[in-house]
């Protein structure tokens, strides 16, 4: 436990270096998480550092406690708000900050942090890579039926082969691509053109082209 805890103070660490980098028109183009940009993300993200506990419970009370309602409303909220450099803040004030989302313990607040920088760098085109290490240390937690469930993806029918480690998930013809791209799309994501190949690849797919215009 305490090596994943490690890993999130650096993977924190790296992403608010990388944000404190990014030109900050670049905060407004489209992420992976549907109708998020970049500013949305990173409020997301650093969402339970901000809040205490009893804003938290409050805010999922206006929410009729519909979290995904409430988490949207916030980032949407908290994006306007907020200004580049005070959300950047947030996250490097707080890579060791000991939030874990409710019953994922430390492995989950990995994995949270670790799909959200990418759902901002993958289709941004920056080359970030997730080390082997954390992604072999989230990998075997997301194929669980649970998981699979909680984000609604659809891969039966096919094997998810990453190639780039030893790893590889379901059965049927492949769909290849890095770790880490098979990692989101076991999350729901729809990656951009050209990470994935394979005959099923399509499914798994979207263009991002259109930016964001904030509500």
């Known amino acids: ?27 407004d183009e489209p992420t992976l998480c549907a109708g998020w940009r970049v500013a949305e993300v990173v409020a997301h993200i650093t969402m339970p550092f901000r809040y205490s506990s009893r804003r938290f419970m409050l805010e999922l009370a206006k929410s009729r406690g ?16 907020l200004t580049v450099a005070e959300l950047t803040a947030a996250l490097a004030k707080n890579v060791d900050h000991p939030w874990k989302p409710p019953g994922g313990g430390y492995l989950g607040a990995l994995t949270h942090d670790v799909i959200h920088a990418l759902d901002i760098t993958v289709p941004l ?15 075997p937690s997301m194929t669980t039926p649970k998981i ?11 094997e998810l082969r990453a190639t780039d480690m030893d790893w590889a998930f379901g059965s049927g013809p492949p769909v290849t ?6 990692a989101l799309v076991l999350c729901g994501r729809k990656l ?11 499914r798994f797919t979207a263009r991002f082209t259109a930016r964001f215009t904030a509500a």
Do not use: C
């Not at 995904?68 to 708000?81: F, G, L, P, W």
């Not at 699979?148 to 096919?158: A, D, M, S």
């Open 192 to 202: 951009p053109p050209g990470h994935l190949e394979g005959e099923h690849s399509a």
């Open 148 to 158: 699979i469930r909680y984000f609604g993806t659809e891969v039966t029918g096919v």
């Open 66 to 81: 519909n979290f995904s309602q409430m988490a949207d409303r916030r980032a949407r909220q908290d994006a306007r708000e």
């Open 125 to 139: 085109g920056i080359g970030w890579a997730v080390p082997a290490e954390r992604l072999g240390t989230i990998l």
């Open 1 to 27: 436990m305490e090596d994943i805890q490690k890993m999130i103070a650096v993977q924190r660490g790296d992403l608010a270096a990388l944000l404190a980098d990014l030109p900050e028109q670049r905060w």
């Open 177 to 182: 691509g890095s770790a880490q791209d098979l």
